[in-house]
């Protein structure tokens, strides 16, 4: 038995795990492909409070990052936590497939499972800190109205939303530009958690069929400690797929 199992063994009767880092990190996979799809810009649609430009910037992304959030508070610390890197902005913007007010749904997980869609009842079954606790309006925006003033004809775009269901409209709104995407990664549910939200399946095949990405990764999410069930996850698809990623 190896040092590392021997240690493994040992934490594990404290109820933690040890693995290999950064290679068994599902996060690090992901900026992998992010940086062999040749991104340099990201822009993060439902940003919360910055973690997920933090995470690429953990992992060597040293691109431009993009952050979108619509909700005050989070709003607030993602721009703290942007305004300490040059290459970070933050826009307080919904994004969605209208020009137009909307009203978002604040969820009691510090605004993690906020969305302009009812939230259903096996959202809140899975994770009772989801509930719905207020409301906010925010000012909605076409990506594509916006798109000139976040990237240049010559950036390789990778798109990333965690809009909670809310990703399609978030793809219609950003029109023609989303064939120019070098990649894309999108939370989504495995089971119906959102009024009128966007499922895992529905997911592969509108990414596939009408952008013409390729599937490279699932990353889990979101599941139900009952039954172990995973609710969401994370798709990540690029461009080109296997005949230019062999190098990985």
């Given at each position: 038995m190896t040092l590392l199992h021997q240690a493994r063994r040992a934490v594990q009767r404290f109820g933690v795990d040890v693995n290999r880092f950064p290679e068994c990190s599902f996060d690090y996979r992901t900026v992998q492909?992010?940086?062999?799809?040749?991104?340099?810009?990201?822009?993060?649609?439902?940003?919360?409070?910055?973690?997920?430009?933090?995470?690429?910037?953990?992992?060597?992304?040293?691109?431009?990052?993009?952050?979108?959030?619509?909700?005050?508070?989070?709003?607030?610390?993602?721009?703290?936590?942007?305004?300490?890197?040059?290459?970070?902005?933050a826009l307080p913007h919904a994004l969605g497939d209208e020009r137009t007010t909307v009203t978002v749904n604040v969820a009691g997980n510090n605004g993690l499972s906020s969305s302009v869609l009812p939230m259903l009842p096996r959202h809140t079954e899975g994770c009772p800190d989801s509930r719905y606790v207020g409301r906010q309006e925010a000012e909605q925006y076409r990506l594509d109205v916006l798109w000139p003033q976040v990237a240049g004809p010559e950036d390789n775009v990778f798109l990333k939303l965690d809009v909670q269901g809310y990703e399609e409209a978030v793809l219609r709104g950003a029109g023609d530009f989303v064939g120019r995407c070098c990649g894309l990664q999108l939370e989504v549910s495995c089971v119906p958690l959102y009024e009128g939200g966007l499922l895992f399946e529905q997911a592969l095949n509108l990414v596939q069929n009408r952008y013409g990405l390729t599937l490279m990764a699932v990353v889990p999410g979101f599941t139900d400690r009952r039954t172990g069930q995973m609710l969401q996850c994370d798709v990540v698809f690029l461009r080109g797929g296997d005949r230019e990623m062999g190098g990985i």
């Open positions: 492909l992010m940086r062999h799809s040749g991104a340099d810009v990201v822009l993060d649609v439902g940003a919360n409070r910055g973690q997920y430009g933090e995470m690429l910037r953990r992992f060597g992304y040293q691109g431009r990052i993009v952050s979108f959030e619509p909700l005050r508070g989070p709003f607030d610390a993602l721009r703290r936590r942007a305004h300490a890197d040059p290459l970070w902005t």
